[in-house]
Nanobody
Framework: VRLVESGGGLVQPGGSLRLACKAV???????????LAWYRQGPGSQSELVAS???????NYADSVKGRFTISRDNSRKTVYLQMSDLKPEDTALYYC?????RGQGTQVTVVS
């Protein structure tokens, strides 16, 4: 499955971004039952799970983003979103989505004054 992320960019602290990840080659019967996740890898850091959403829309978040980030999915568009608010410099990272064994190339988020 090919996953394509978008929506990253440069933002000031306190700002917001909405990331999107589209499964461009997935068929509905594969996408809909899948758990989808957003990961990030900051400079000099290991990859960490940011948020995940199951097929029944049960969600899970890293403690560092709870209350600030919201993950959602639109099965009709085969897309998973990550709404990020109140961004902090420590949120700076390459964000990528994962579905099963497939992972996208990522989209860069940079939070700087």
């Amino acid at each position: 499955v090919r996953l394509v992320e978008s929506g990253g960019g440069l933002v000031q602290p306190g700002g917001s971004l909405r990331l999107a990840c589209k499964a461009v080659s997935a068929i509905t019967s594969v996408f809909n039952p899948s758990t989808l996740a957003w990961y990030r890898q900051g400079p000099g850091s290991q990859s960490e799970l940011v948020a995940s959403i199951t097929s029944v829309r049960s969600t899970n978040y890293a403690d560092s983003v709870k209350g600030r980030f919201t993950i959602s999915r639109d099965n009709s568009r085969k897309t998973v979103y990550l709404q990020m608010s109140d961004l902090k410099p420590e949120d700076t990272a390459l964000y990528y989505c994962q579905m099963g064994e497939s992972r996208g190339q990522g989209t860069q988020v940079t939070v700087v004054s």
